[in-house]
């Protein structure tokens, strides 16, 4: 969440705000897609290494245990480029820590995922299941927003932790965030324990063989176009928060209104995360709509609400007697629902294609569906750093021409949509 919604913003920033530029606007959003092609390219491979690997701690918990340590490294590192200006060190700096960081996540991310449906096969416990994951994965949103956003804001000339002294907040954000991948990855790694070996586990199909098993089944195709349409969607509305608030809503400190002091960094913090906030609230009424009307309805209105809502973002700060912030805020309030309801109902409805793969093929597989899964949302992913580098580049992201950054709107709203059409095919209702 930190690296999607802040990356671009950090190594460059909107010209004229005052902010040292490490990167030209094209360098890193072609970075970042190449983090993003690494995760994506990577998922199917560590999917097929997992679902074959055997072990004295099983397929998953070997990849937790010897990945992290590199994850978090890779995360601190980005943070951290060897120039306080536009050079190409920098660009070396980030290609290589951002491809180990990306990679890291994959081999990390991608096994421990792959535990879900193992965990119980009862359709209502999967939904409540997912709901606790979606909502500590929430918890760290709401740190990777509010909490990191305010050390941003707050830090920018430098601050000091305990005698060693940081250039600035995303550095403080980096260490912390990189001691708290350690922490919270192995505790899962040194407390779980895996399902024994079984008949079912011994995966014979090749690499490729694998993955053209993953789309013939009726149920994958319709699942993961639409949920990499709104992966890039709604990284596209998260990444261009911060430009949002730099040059419409909030651009100078000294504004008078309800953020009267704060950064602008700051108050992106506090707009990412009321979505995650309400969203949260939101879980338990979406998990009883999931098992009540279905999985299938309550996703595809996400679908529509999210191409519905999406659009008013190119009006902020037009409103008659609504100041700018509040403009802000109420867009990004209505965002709720959808993300709430792609958050608990996006691993049930995996889980349940992976059930019905095993139907299919006699195996359990989960790990290669997820790297699949993974393969499609993260190159979507990072397309959208090119989408939106783009929208810049031909509609400005300054204050005086701020069209670019409005524009991000109308173009999440139409793969938002494009996604409820495709999502009508998914074959399960329940």
Same mark, same amino acid.
């Given at each position: ?29 072609? %970075? ?14 560590? *999917? ?15 990849? !937790? ?87 941003? *804001? ?130 338990? !009424? ?30 902020? *700060? ?9 403009? *802000? %805020? ?14 608990? %109902? ?39 750093? %090119? ?44």
């Amino acid at each position: 969440m930190i690296v999607v919604g802040w990356l671009q913003y950090f190594y460059s920033p909107p010209p004229g705000s005052g902010l040292p530029i490490y990167l030209p606007l094209l360098s890193i959003s072609v %970075l970042n897609f190449f983090g993003h092609a690494v995760d994506s390219i990577s998922n199917p491979i560590i *999917g097929y290494w997992s679902d074959r690997t055997r072990s004295a701690r099983g397929r998953r918990i070997p990849f !937790l245990l010897g990945f992290t340590p590199s994850l978090a490294l890779g995360f601190a590192l980005i943070w951290f480029p060897p120039l306080g200006r536009v050079s190409p060190v920098n660009i070396m700096w980030l290609f290589v820590w951002i491809g180990l960081f990306w990679f890291s996540y994959t081999a990390v991310v991608a096994p421990y995922l792959s535990m879900h449906p193992e965990i119980t096969p009862y359709r209502k416990e999967r939904i409540a299941v997912s709901a606790w994951m979606a909502l500590f994965e929430l918890v760290g949103m709401i740190l990777a927003t509010v909490i990191a956003g305010d050390i941003i *804001g707050k830090n920018k000339g430098g601050a000091s932790i305990v005698g060693v002294h940081f250039g600035d907040g995303y550095k403080m954000v980096g260490i912390c965030v990189a001691i708290l991948i350690l922490v919270t990855y192995y505790i899962p790694a040194l407390t779980l324990k895996e399902r024994p070996h079984s008949e079912s586990k011994e995966v014979p199909f090749g690499f490729f063989h694998s993955i053209a098993l993953c789309f013939k089944n009726p149920a994958f195709v319709p699942y993961i176009i639409p949920i990499s349409l709104m992966k890039m969607a709604g990284d596209l509305i998260i990444a261009v928060i911060p430009f949002l608030v730099k040059t419409v809503i909030w651009p100078d400190k000294d504004a008078v209104g309800m953020f009267h002091g704060m950064s602008s960094e700051a108050v992106a913090g506090i707009m990412q995360g009321v979505i995650v906030m309400v969203a949260v609230a939101l879980f338990p !009424l979406i998990a009883w709509m999931g098992g009540r009307i279905g999985k299938k309805k309550v996703v595809m209105g996400a679908f529509i609400w999210f191409g519905i809502i999406t659009p008013f973002i190119a009006t902020v *700060g037009r409103w008659p007697l609504v100041s700018a912030p509040a403009q *802000g %805020l109420v867009i990004l309030l209505l965002f709720a629902p959808a993300v709430s309801s792609l958050f608990v %109902l996006q691993r049930p409805l995996i889980a349940d294609i992976m059930d019905y793969d095993e139907k299919l093929t006699g195996y359990r597989r989960e790990a290669m569906y997820n790297g699949v899964e993974g393969l499609m949302t993260k190159f979507a992913s990072g397309v959208s750093p %090119l989408i939106m580098g783009t929208l810049f580049f031909i509609g400005g992201y300054t204050a005086q021409n701020p069209w670019g950054v409005l524009a991000a709107g109308p173009a999440a709203a139409l793969f938002g949509l494009i996604a409820a059409f495709v999502f009508r095919k998914y074959p399960f209702r329940d």
